[in-house]
């Protein structure tokens, strides 16, 4: 399956594992395709250099830009086209998910975000919990 996976899902897979790390072991045993935007990765990369995140990044001897780079290991870099109109009315940071997912024709979308969750599907692209994704 193509997905999207929102940053915060990243994060928590890199950093944390657990649920989202299995989502990202999904996509290197070819299982799941990953596709991201570079606004996606630059929200990666922003969010990697939050002192609580660069500091267990720090511990691992890891770099925001060597778990940038891994991500785009294993990605499908898609370009979506400019948004001319809000999709995610109470976060607009949201809409560049959104599409990235239209780009990539996503079968899925995988968040921890409750404004995107809120919205349950969009272009009929189903928004998921990780653990709702692996259990579909």
């Known amino acids: 399956m193509r997905l999207v996976c929102d940053t915060n899902v990243?994060?928590?897979?890199?950093?944390?594992?657990?649920?989202p790390g299995r989502i990202l072991d999904r996509v290197e045993e070819?299982?799941?395709?990953?596709?991201?935007s570079r606004v996606l990765?630059?929200?990666?990369?922003?969010?990697l250099d939050y002192p609580r995140i660069s500091d267990v990044l720090e511990k691992?001897?890891?770099s925001p830009r060597d778990?940038?780079?891994?991500v785009v290991s294993v990605s499908v870099l898609v370009a979506p086209l400019p948004l001319t109109t809000r999709l995610v009315p109470d976060d607009p940071d949201d809409d560049h998910v959104l599409a990235c997912a239209m780009a990539?024709?996503?079968?899925?979308?995988?968040?921890?975000?409750?404004?995107?969750?809120?919205l349950g599907?969009?272009?009929a692209i189903p928004i998921l919990t990780p653990a709702a994704y692996l259990n579909a």
């Not at 990539?104 to 809120?118: C, E, K, Q």
């Open 41 to 47: 990765l630059s929200e990666l990369a922003e969010v």
């Open 30 to 36: 070819g299982i799941d395709q990953l596709c991201v």
């Open 104 to 118: 990539s024709y996503a079968d899925a979308i995988v968040t921890g975000d409750r404004h995107l969750l809120r």
């Open 10 to 19: 990243l994060i928590s897979a890199l950093i944390w594992g657990g649920t």
């Open 121 to 123: 599907q969009w272009n």
């Open 67 to 70: 778990i940038v780079e891994a």
């Open 60 to 62: 691992r001897q890891l």
